[in-house]
Nanobody
């Protein structure tokens, strides 16, 4: 089992920045992919950014150039630096990892961007 603990959400004005953090813990950790998804009210959950163990990243087109994902393999943490935030970025952000071919999700952290 893998436990994910997220932090860093909150309320920010449009144009501001937030940094999300997610720490994974548990036994037999061999995390290949880490990432962040988000879900806005009334919408489906969507991928925001992912990062492979070797550092290869993938971003959704709507955050390209504004968000930066990074990870620390030794600490099993993944960060999401969010800059130039827009009202459309409002939603619950979920940490996601794949460990030994199993998906795990965090509990979610609320990000609210006021216009």
């Amino acid at each position: 089992q893998v436990q994910l603990v997220e932090s860093g959400g909150g309320l920010v004005q449009a144009g501001g920045s937030l940094r999300l953090s997610c720490a994974a813990s548990g036994s037999m950790l061999s995390i290949n992919v880490m990432g962040w998804y988000r879900q806005a009210p009334g919408k489906q959950r969507e991928m925001v950014a992912t990062i492979m163990r070797g550092g290869v990243t993938n971003y959704a087109h709507f955050v390209e150039g504004r968000f930066t994902i990074s990870r620390d393999n030794a600490k099993n943490t993944v960060l999401l630096q969010m800059d130039s935030l827009k009202a459309d970025d409002t939603g619950v952000y979920y940490c996601w990892v794949v460990n030994l071919l199993t998906n795990y999700w965090g509990q979610g952290t609320q990000v609210t961007v006021s216009s």
